[in-house]
């Protein structure tokens, strides 16, 4: 199992950007497709974008499309969420997920390993 540890989160004011970023150690994510999933306070845990193992292939729910870029660094193990023209809905924790395999999902069940989350909070 691959361990994932997120980082880049913090206190942004609308309309600013944060990069975050998911490094692997434990196994390659060379490998697997890799996601972003976000909670906020009373919600249920929500897809937020998708990388299939090479990059060629992202997804992204609709609420950020045009705004976040998910994309990797195979060589530095390592996953990142460019998100731009940030909204206070947006405020939530922040997953990194991996998965065995190659193909990228939007299905939070179809992954197996989990970062702990990282806090991005946006004020209006």
């Known amino acids: 199992q691959v361990q994932l540890v997120e980082s880049g989160g913090g206190l942004v004011q609308a309309g600013g950007s944060v990069r975050l970023s998911c490094a692997a150690s434990?196994?390659?994510?060379?490998?697997?497709?890799t996601g972003w999933f976000r909670q906020a306070p009373g919600k249920g845990r929500e897809f937020v974008a998708t990388?299939?193992?090479?990059?060629?292939?992202?997804d992204y729910v609709d609420s950020v499309k045009g705004r976040f870029t998910i994309s990797r660094d195979n060589a530095k193990n390592t996953v990142y969420l460019q998100m731009n023209s940030l909204k206070p809905d947006d405020t939530a924790v922040y997953y990194c997920?991996?998965?065995?395999?190659?193909?990228?999902?939007?299905?939070?069940?179809?992954?197996?390993?989990w970062g702990q989350g990282t806090q991005v909070t946006v004020s209006s």
């Open positions: 434990g196994r390659t994510l060379s490998s697997a497709a």
């Open positions: 990388i299939d193992w090479s990059g060629a292939i992202t």
């Open positions: 997920a991996g998965r065995r395999s190659a193909r990228s999902s939007v299905r939070a069940d179809e992954y197996d390993s």
